[in-house]
């Protein structure tokens, strides 16, 4: 079994694009600036929130991390977000999800000029990537699909099994998986929580990548030997040995099903850290693509 370790390849990609902004900048081409959206005062927002505008510092782009109230209305947040549509110093605008209940999500993120869609989750990049043209992608996606490149691993002909429907992961995932690319050319099954008999399809699956929110959900008896697993889930379990009284763990059964598979990311340090690479290069192509040149 491999890891495949996201400290390990997210520092690479940050490197290359630290590089390419320098590059960029001594050409004469402008600072990359994010403005991060922030309702609220959800704590697992607050550090993604704030990871991102750490990365920022980090990478030599600029940021902003605008905050509102709970109590925001929807058509006060969309007026925030127009504003930074016109501002010409933000190049990308990411609004971080979950939004209150009294807001709707779609209608914010539809409100995002799609120039600077780089969470990739406006109808417009949605569509373009259906249709293969170029478009932000969806950040966690892409970050898998960076993350499947960085290690070689040719998916074609294999079967994936994304198990997962949702906008932001596992739809643009299947379409992304089933692309006439390589990482892509896979034959991609999607389950969701209506599949009946999901370990029928799993053990049938070369690779599964799991978007459910579900701790440990896949285990050792779901999975084919040899199979590679992508665990995508965020899930905060108790843990009475831990000074927080809590960890992180994935949808995957991690210990149990490790030794069973030829390749595994681990959960925290896989795919979290991979997205925000997905996001931080969409903003780079961004300010590129918005000051005209590539
Ligand atoms: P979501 O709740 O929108 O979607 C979950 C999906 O799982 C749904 O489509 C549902 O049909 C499916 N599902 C639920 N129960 C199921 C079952 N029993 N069998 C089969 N399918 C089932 O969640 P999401 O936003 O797609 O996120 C999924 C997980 O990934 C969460 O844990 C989230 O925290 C995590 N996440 C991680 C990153 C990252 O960067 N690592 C990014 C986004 C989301």
């Known amino acids: 079994m491999q890891l495949l370790d996201g400290v390990l390849v997210s520092a690479h990609i940050k490197e290359q694009i630290k590089q390419e902004v320098k590059e960029w900048q001594a050409g004469g081409g402008k600072q990359p600036?994010?403005?991060?959206v922030l309702v609220g005062n959800n704590p697992a927002s607050e550090a993604y929130v704030g990871s991102k505008v750490k990365h920022c510092e980090e990478l030599g782009f600029g940021s902003t991390l605008v905050r509102f109230d709970a109590t925001i209305t929807e058509a006060q947040l969309i007026k925030e977000v127009e504003r930074l549509n016109n501002d010409d110093n933000?190049?990308?605008?990411?609004?971080?999800?979950?939004?209150?209940?009294?807001?709707?999500g779609d209608s914010v993120i539809n409100a995002i000029n799609p120039d600077k869609d780089v969470d990739g989750f406006h109808p417009i990049s949605q569509g373009r990537m259906l249709l293969g043209q170029p478009s932000f992608l969806p950040a966690t996606p892409y970050g898998i699909m960076l993350m499947l490149e960085y290690y070689k691993i040719s998916t074609a002909g294999m079967h994936c099994v994304v198990i997962g429907r949702s906008n932001i992961v596992g739809t643009p995932m299947t379409i992304l998986m089933s692309r006439n690319s390589d990482p892509g050319n896979a034959t991609v099954t999607m389950c969701h929580s209506k599949t009946k008999n999901l370990k029928d399809f799993t053990l049938n699956a070369d690779?599964?990548?799991?978007?459910i929110g579900r701790p440990k959900y896949v285990t050792a008896d779901m999975v084919?030997?040899?199979?590679?697993?992508?665990?995508v889930g965020i899930n905060r379990i108790d843990d009475a040995t831990k000074k927080s009284g809590s960890r992180l763990v994935g949808d995957v059964d991690f210990d149990n099903?490790?030794?069973?598979?030829?390749?595994?990311?681990?959960?925290?340090?896989g795919v979290g850290l991979m997205t925000i690479?997905?996001?931080?290069?969409n903003t780079l192509l961004a300010a590129k693509l918005r000051t005209g040149k590539k």
Do not use: E, F, N
């Not at 690779?207 to 978007?211: D, F, L, R, V």
């Not at 084919?224 to 665990?231: F, H, L, R, T």
């Open 90 to 104: 933000v190049d990308g605008i990411l609004v971080q999800l979950p939004l209150p209940g009294h807001i709707s």
């Open 33 to 36: 600036h994010l403005a991060a």
């Open 207 to 211: 690779i599964i990548i799991a978007a």
């Open 224 to 231: 084919k030997p040899g199979a590679i697993i992508i665990d």
């Open 277 to 281: 690479c997905g996001l931080m290069k």
């Open 257 to 269: 099903v490790a030794p069973l598979c030829s390749y595994i990311t681990p959960v925290p340090k």
